[in-house]
């Protein structure tokens, strides 16, 4: 099973909203992602978490607060957003790098608006 | 910061045409991807290849890893309207121990008209 959910589907929040994205995988990775993506674009990555540390921050604004409560669950806190950060936001999971195969698996995707 | 280019940008062939898209970098990959994203959903991966040289099938798909290490292509033989969507390819060095790092192609929209 190569399978990451996340939820919910669509998000719209006003700009001093606080809302949180969820992640969920079952198949023991112990890296997990966030990356940002604009229509048309390649994925962005935002945040790496292994062994459910914050290991890489790609100089993210603090309105947007990543936590991995434990090793398949990763969520997304959001706060006072701005409308250009309204995009697909996706979950990724992986092996912790090691290996050439250790590959990464994408979720189905939150998109978000911020109105 | 790093990239590559994936060409050509968009394709629009009739069905049952064969798709060939690239990937080229000015630096060396340890490892090739090749995933395929429909509208509003997330990536999905086509394709992995793990060493210099490999020719890798998937059905109608077939991939390989260039000699270099700095290239990759994708070819789709047969299109069908499904086959519709953006296709990217990424690359990673590898050895990573806290989580890895791809790096993208800029997509390659691809139209298949029935």
């Known amino acids: 099973d190569t399978e990451v959910t996340q939820t919910p589907k669509h998000l719209v929040m006003g700009m001093t909203n606080k809302k949180s994205l969820k992640c969920e995988q079952h198949?023991?990775?112990?890296?997990m992602y966030w990356y940002k993506q604009k229509a048309k674009k390649p994925p962005e990555l935002m945040f790496v978490y292994s062994y459910e540390k914050l290991s890489i921050n790609e100089s993210v604004p603090s309105r947007f607060s990543p936590e991995c409560p434990n090793s398949s669950l990763l969520n997304l806190h959001l706060h006072a957003l701005q409308p250009e950060d309204s995009a697909l936001y996706l979950c990724?999971?992986?092996?912790?790098?090691?290996?050439?195969?250790?590959?990464?698996?994408f979720g189905p995707g939150t998109r978000l608006t911020v109105l | 910061g790093q990239q590559l280019n994936q060409s050509p940008q968009s394709m629009f062939i009739q069905e049952g045409e064969d798709v060939s898209m690239n990937c080229t970098s000015s630096?060396?990959?340890?490892?090739w991807l090749w995933y395929k994203q429909d509208p509003g959903e997330g990536p999905v991966l086509l394709i992995a290849?793990?060493?210099?040289?490999e020719l890798t099938s998937n059905g109608r798909l077939t991939a390989q890893f260039g000699i270099t290490r700095k290239d990759s292509f994708l070819n789709i033989s047969a299109s069908i309207p499904s086959d519709v969507g953006i296709y990217f390819c990424a690359g990673r060095r590898g050895g990573e121990t806290s989580g890895s790092r791809l790096t993208f192609g800029e997509g390659t929209q691809l139209t298949v008209n029935p």
């Open positions: 630096s060396i990959f340890n490892t």
């Open positions: 290849l793990y060493k210099a040289g």
């Open positions: 198949m023991g990775h112990r890296a």
């Open positions: 990724a999971s992986s092996h912790v790098g090691r290996l050439v195969t250790d590959t990464q698996y």
